[in-house]
């Protein structure tokens, strides 16, 4: 009986030691199955920040929204953890609570893998509350760059930087510096946004369009088509210029006469040929009974593409030299001050003309005027030289000295040099004065050389002319030196005049 029962124990134990057995290997194997099936985390992202960084001030909160990327059955759980909570707290479900000044980390960890994970750096301080772009439009063409600028407000913002992005980097990409791109052709939305987490954000709108057909660095300006010059060669024939190579016969050209300026043109010559080798320049002949004659006013027209162009027969040449002054105070208005060109010129320069003062040419009849205007902007003294040219080489040369003056400079000239009569005295003013206060005195420095005709020099009050003894005194060229003085301001300026007595 007793031999029965242990073998019934024996038989219970290792039934139960089997069972055992299955128990575990029926545990064990799913294990690995379940595993294998379940994937694996790849990636943990925190989806509401625009950056891994976050600014709160203290006492606010903010709740991270998590994403986890996984493969297969893996979970996408995810526990949070703070390195400081006396700066920063978390809970369960992701929310932060700032403490007090400071940085902490939040630490984002898959509950699959714990090596998963996500750190958001959380500054407890002054969030943005603004941010600003340089444009909110602007247009580019392919292939150019240009840089936006970002501004955050408060100045005194914890984190200043933003993040660039593009609506559509087909058409502009941009950098983290923001430096855009334009791609193709369309329209795109450039947003710069706070790095803080604040959410402000400021956006341009960018309009891309294609590049324009290509232009020369140096296009060939296009030139119509004109009378360039006109030049009696001889009595009975006459060079026409064009300003272009045009296909013409004689029976293109009219040629008529006139003895003044102001008549009309009634003597017409008749044209019996015209010869070129270029079709610019034209050797226009009359017939040989008709002659040009010396100081008419010659046309010579083309009907049929409206051009006409006069000049006037001279036969000797010259070369004149002339000079004017202009006195005008800063800001004035210059008018009404025209300069003949003469009748029949053709070329013209004029150079050193005063800051402000600029200058047109007109054509009236057989004649050209240039007329000056504008206002002058600086004070001084300036030489303008104007010089032009008639078609048979005569030349004229004239200086125009333009005394630009104000309130706060004075100004002094010479005058040109004066001619007395040894036998009477004379009233004679050396030197203009410009500027200043406007009122000024004059003295005359004597010089030991000077004597003989400074003794006989005095200034008339009220004047501003000297009067000059000359009887008596010998015939030659003296120099008398004036010093004009500002009566207000004290400006002192003296100048050497040259004064010729006969």
């Not at 029926?26 to 625009?50: F, M, Q, R, Y």
């Not at 909570?85 to 714990?114: E, L, P, Q, R």
């Not at 750096?121 to 002054?126: A, D, E, K, P």
């Not at 914890?158 to 992005?165: C, D, F, G, L, R």
Request: hydrophobic letters at 35%.
């Amino acid at each position: 009986m007793k031999k029965h029962t242990k073998m019934s124990m024996l038989k219970r134990i290792l039934a139960i030691v089997i069972a055992a057995a299955v128990a575990v290997s029926i545990l064990t194997v799913p294990d690995v199955e379940v595993s294998a099936a379940t994937g694996k985390v790849k990636s943990v992202a925190v989806t509401n920040l625009p950056a891994k960084q976050l600014t709160l001030k203290k006492g606010k909160t903010f709740t991270l929204k998590s994403k986890v990327t996984v493969t297969g059955k893996a979970s996408k759980k995810v526990t949070y953890k703070t390195s400081n909570k006396k700066i920063a707290t978390v809970n369960a479900k992701g929310k932060i609570t700032a403490k007090k000044k400071g940085t902490a980390k939040i630490y984002v960890i898959s509950k699959a893998d714990k090596k998963k994970k996500c750190t958001i750096t959380v500054t407890v301080g002054t969030p943005v509350t603004k941010v600003k772009l340089n444009k909110t439009k602007s247009t580019m063409t392919v292939g150019k760059k240009q840089t936006l600028k970002a501004t955050v407000t408060p100045k005194k913002a914890s984190s200043k930087a933003v993040v660039w992005q593009s609506s559509n980097k087909k058409v502009a990409t941009v950098t983290s510096k923001g430096v855009v791109k334009a791609k193709k052709a369309g329209t795109v939305k450039i947003t710069a946004t706070a790095k803080d987490g604040s959410g402000k954000k400021a956006s341009c709108k960018v309009t891309v369009k294609k590049v324009s057909a290509a232009k020369p660095d140096n296009p060939v300006p296009v030139t119509p088509l004109g009378i360039k010059s006109v030049k009696i060669v001889q009595d009975d024939m006459m060079e026409v210029t064009f300003t272009k190579a045009t296909a013409l016969t004689a029976a293109d050209f009219n040629v008529w006469a006139k003895r003044y300026e102001n008549a009309d043109y009634l003597k017409k010559y008749t044209v019996s040929q015209v010869t070129t080798t270029d079709s610019i320049t034209y050797k226009v002949y009359i017939t040989g009974d008709m002659v040009f004659g010396k100081g008419l006013y010659i046309k010579v027209e083309v009907p049929k593409l409206k051009l006409s162009k006069e000049c006037v027969y001279m036969e000797d040449t010259y070369n004149v030299e002339n000079s004017v002054t202009l006195s005008y105070k800063v800001g004035a208005t210059v008018k009404d001050i025209r300069q003949r060109l003469g009748t029949g010129y053709a070329n013209y320069s004029i150079s050193g003309l005063p800051a402000g003062i600029q200058y047109e040419v007109t054509t009236e009849a057989t004649k050209r005027v240039m007329e000056f205007s504008g206002s002058p902007r600086k004070a001084g003294v300036y030489d303008s030289v104007l010089v032009y040219e008639d078609e048979i080489g005569s030349k004229y040369r004239l200086t125009i000295r333009w005394i630009i003056y104000d309130a706060d400079n004075l100004i002094v000239c010479d005058k040109e040099e004066g001619a007395l009569n040894t036998n009477w005295s004379s009233l004679f003013t050396p030197v203009y004065a410009y500027g200043g206060s406007g009122s000024y005195t004059y003295e005359i420095i004597r010089a030991e050389s000077d004597s003989a005709i400074l003794n006989n020099c005095k200034i008339v009050d009220d004047l501003d002319k000297i009067n000059i003894n000359a009887k008596g005194i010998a015939s030659g060229v003296y120099k008398i030196r004036i010093r004009v003085i500002d009566q207000k301001d004290v400006q002192r300026q003296e100048r050497e005049h040259l004064l010729l007595q006969l």
